[in-house]
């Protein structure tokens, strides 16, 4: 079974960039997959923000797009988010997940918070 | 962008009553509908999704049914487990996914 794990600074600063890294255990980041990160404002639903093949290629959020970067490193089985221009309402938790080819996502990280505060 | 909305935003149901959930998409989505479980302090879960097919592990009490903009989610029989948030999603017009708001079952 898949299993994902997300790792990074839980505090960043206001204007700052938020790096995450999502470790993939227990299958392949180059099978059919894409791989995805949502998001979970405190108290709040859920955000899709974007995904990634083992490829390179990309999809994003429109309302994110100009500020997100997905990557993949496939000699590390891993995928990285990187947002900037953070500002308080990015603060969230943040969950990668495993996207099937058929558009459901499968298999999720534990998740992240990431506060943005001075 | 396909806007889910889901009602109600909280639902009220002793354990042992059956559950009914609501989805609705501004456009028709094929039936290309997933559902979620979330639980306080975890991650989502995948419940059902493609032609309304349960996840791995889901027990039978969950179905899913709908066409067009129209879905539910029905849990028969509400076990103490079952109280959570569920969340529909949408893969039709996709990227970009979206979600619905949720709705709370909380015991009533």
């Known amino acids: 079974q898949v299993q994902l794990q997300e790792s990074g600074p839980g505090l960043v600063k206001p204007s700052g960039t938020l790096s995450l890294t999502c470790v993939v255990s227990?299958?392949?980041?180059?099978?059919?997959?894409?791989w995805s990160w949502v998001r979970q404002p405190p108290g709040k639903g859920l955000e899709w923000i974007g995904e990634?093949?083992?490829?390179?290629?990309?999809h994003y959020s429109p309302s994110l797009k100009s500020r997100v970067t997905i990557s993949v490193d496939k000699s590390k089985n891993q995928f990285s988010l990187n947002l900037n221009s953070l500002t308080a309402a990015d603060t969230a938790v943040y969950y990668c997940?495993?996207?099937?080819?058929?558009?459901?996502?499968?298999?999720w990280g534990q998740g992240i918070l990431v506060t943005v505060s001075s | 962008e396909v806007v889910m909305t889901q009602s109600p935003a909280t639902l009220s149901v002793s354990p042992g009553e059956r559950a009914t959930l609501s989805c609705r998409a501004s456009?028709?989505?094929?039936?290309?509908l997933a559902w979620y479980q979330q639980k306080p302090g975890q991650a989502p879960r995948l419940l059902i999704y493609g032609d309304f097919t349960r996840a791995a592990g889901v027990p039978d009490r969950f179905s899913g049914s709908g066409s067009g903009t129209e879905f539910t989610l029905t849990i028969s029989s509400l076990q103490s487990e079952d109280f959570a948030v569920y969340y529909c999603q949408q893969y039709n017009n996709w990227p970009p996914l979206t979600f619905g708001g949720g709705t709370k079952v909380e015991i009533k």
């Open positions: 227990g299958g392949s980041i180059s099978s059919s997959n894409w």
């Open positions: 990634i093949f083992h490829s390179g290629g990309t």
């Open positions: 456009q028709s989505i094929n039936g290309n």
């Open positions: 997940a495993s996207l099937d080819f058929g558009g459901w996502l499968d298999y």
